[in-house]
């Protein structure tokens, strides 16, 4: 007898090692290039592309400080993120909206993967971003007037915020099986993030974004912004929402629950340490170089002139010296050959949410520069230089009320390729007619309508004749209490008519 032994079955189905992750990876690439083809999507991409490219070089012209270009990139993205969240909440409903979640339930490729794949797709999403916001903040950082330091926790922010959005939108999937969710959800968004604008400083940074807008440029060390603590926020609450939606969606597994729980503890070590407050050391040299900014600046000698800067701003002393020459040329008397002590100012005891003006100096022949530079900023401290030439400090000139104004503007605005512009750009109002305030880095002056009428008689007369005119008659020009219309008579200009009482 013959025995027959029969071979035991073999499945049809083979275990490869990683083939599961590998189908996991490819439905992860076919998911970002639909979430990356979504008319949501790409409507943000466009505007925040369009949005960078018709504001580069607005903000801070051809003086960006990369110390505020970086907060400038975590507006943007958030509308990416929003977009972000819509998209890949109905990629993930997509089949419960065409009932078709009953032909997948049959395939060996569980939910949790699909699931999965969905989180990687927003990773990609995010990635792009980060190379938009690189793209922006290399923008200011490669001009050649650029000064500062950027931060990387603050470049972080805008693609950590498009990864946050993704994945809360993932997850609403899981929990709300409604098409209607994801849109409902960002209308709310929009209206938390604008009526919680105003929140307390250090509840703002439990929100993505926290860009703080400032008029005051700060140097690098005295930022005191907990960045890197809020982009290890952000990164662990991302991450936690997205292994939430993965374990929601079935993946009972020992390594999804301990990510879960460690990005949990991210998420609170990065909240808890970015909520600390300034530290006292910090606290410390802010009122050092609020003070005693001599402490901590170094200074160079350019012409007779002295230039005091922070650290950060050595490359704009030739700016202020430029300037400060410039001036010096259009003046008389000893005043053409005065030496100055220019000298860098800030308020920092406060942050960047102070806005307070500087004090005016009484030292003689000092003159306050801020920390920006390009724009109004140049013919404002053009005035102060003005004003410290003519009244022999600062404090003297902000009191000036007299004829005194025609040949201080005319040293201000005089020297420009376009004076009138230029007196636009330096008055409060933007005016070049009637009574306007004068900014400068501190108090600004006052000039009267008749003061207007005739420095506007002086700067129609060619330049050369105009510079004449007031050195010939500097001395008298120059006299406390002398008159507008004695100002007017000297220069040879007709006599003003408008009213010439400071308010």
Not at 354 to 367: K, M, N, T
Not at 421 to 434: K, N, Y
Not at 471 to 492: G, S
């Amino acid at each position: 007898m013959t025995a027959v032994t029969e071979k035991p079955a073999v499945t049809g189905t083979v275990e490869e090692p990683g083939g599961a992750w590998e189908a996991v990876f490819a439905l992860a690439v076919f998911e970002s290039r639909r979430l990356l083809t979504r008319v949501p999507v790409l409507l943000a991409f466009a505007v925040y592309v369009g949005w960078t490219v018709w504001r580069g070089g607005r903000a801070w012209g051809d003086y960006p400080a990369l110390q505020d270009a970086d907060r400038a990139t975590q507006g943007a993205p958030m509308l990416i993120g929003l977009a972000v969240l819509l998209s890949v909440n109905l990629a993930a409903l997509r089949s419960r909206r065409h009932d078709t979640e009953r032909h997948l339930a049959v395939l060996v490729f569980p939910q949790w993967r699909r699931t999965a794949a969905h989180a990687l797709s927003v990773v990609a999403v995010a990635l792009l971003t980060a190379v938009c916001v690189a793209g922006q903040f290399g923008r200011e950082a490669l001009r050649p007037g650029a000064i500062g330091h950027g931060s990387v926790g603050e470049l972080l922010v805008g693609p950590l915020t498009v990864l946050l959005f993704g994945l809360f939108g993932l997850l609403l999937a899981g929990l709300v099986r409604s098409a209607l969710a994801g849109p409902l959800l960002v209308v709310l968004f929009l209206f938390f993030f604008l009526f919680l604008s105003g929140m307390d400083y250090g509840a703002r940074w439990l929100l993505p974004a926290v860009e703080e807008a400032s008029p005051n440029t700060l140097p690098s060390d005295l930022m005191g912004r907990p960045a890197a603590w809020h982009a290890l926020y952000l990164a662990g609450l991302g991450l936690c929402l997205g292994l939430l939606a993965v374990l929601l969606a079935g993946a009972r597994k020992p390594a999804v629950l301990a990510g879960v729980a460690g990005a949990l503890a991210l998420t609170l070590v990065g909240g808890v340490a970015q909520s600390a407050g300034d530290s006292p050391e910090l606290v410390k040299a802010r009122e050092r170089a609020s003070v005693h900014p001599e402490q901590v600046q170094s200074c160079v000698r350019r012409d007779g002139s002295t230039y005091c800067a922070f650290p950060e701003w050595g490359p704009r002393v030739a700016d202020w010296a430029g300037v400060v020459d410039r001036v010096r040329s259009l003046a008389g008397g000893s005043a053409h050959e005065q030496d100055l002590v220019v000298r860098q100012r800030i308020e920092a005891r406060y942050g960047l949410s102070s806005d307070s003006a500087l004090a005016p100096l009484e030292r003689p022949h000092e003159v306050t520069v801020g920390t920006a530079w390009g724009g109004n900023r140049v013919p404002e401290f053009s005035a102060a230089v003005a004003g410290v030439l003519i009244a022999g400090d600062e404090k003297a000139a902000t009191s000036i009320c007299d004829g005194r104004m025609v040949p201080l503007m005319w040293l201000a605005v005089g020297w420009e390729s376009e004076p009138l512009d230029a007196l636009r750009r330096v008055r409060l109002d933007d005016s070049v007619t009637g009574s306007a305030y004068v900014l400068q880095p501190t108090e600004g002056l006052y000039m009267t309508e008749a003061q207007t009428e005739v420095l506007r008689a002086l700067l129609d007369l060619p330049r050369d004749e105009a510079e004449a005119r007031v050195k010939d008659h500097w001395r008298e020009l120059t006299a406390p209490k002398v008159t507008t219309a004695r100002a007017a008579d000297l220069l040879d200009l007709p006599a003003p008519e408008g009213k010439d009482k400071c308010s």
